[in-house]
């Protein structure tokens, strides 16, 4: 995989709620419940597995979930990140 460009990155950024942090993409929600917060990190887990390719996942405050994309193998972002931030989007 090769690493993105600034400017690819903002590009791929430039239309959704994902942020730039670092050498990482991350992305924070909010639910109802404890119960709907693990329910969407259970089908992350599942499309991550089957995308190979898997955030950091932080739950925190009981509701609340933050997301981190960043290819490790490669040292920052390349295009399995902004693919699998769309995928995660389409899960909510």
């Known amino acids: 995989m090769t690493l993105l460009s600034d400017p690819e990155i903002e590009a791929g950024l430039a239309s959704g709620e994902w942020r730039r942090d670092g050498q990482a993409i991350a992305r924070?929600?909010?639910?109802?419940?404890?119960?709907?917060?693990?329910?969407?990190?259970?089908?992350?887990?599942?499309?991550?597995?089957?995308?190979?390719?898997?955030?950091?996942?932080?739950?925190?405050?009981w509701n609340k979930v933050r997301l981190e994309l960043s290819t490790h193998s490669e040292g920052g972002l390349t295009r399995a990140d902004l693919d699998m931030a769309a995928r995660i989007d389409d899960l909510v």
């Open 28 to 61: 924070e929600w909010k639910f109802e419940d404890f119960g709907q917060a693990i329910a969407f990190v259970n089908r992350v887990a599942d499309a991550a597995e089957t995308a190979n390719h898997h955030p950091d996942i932080h739950l925190h405050g």
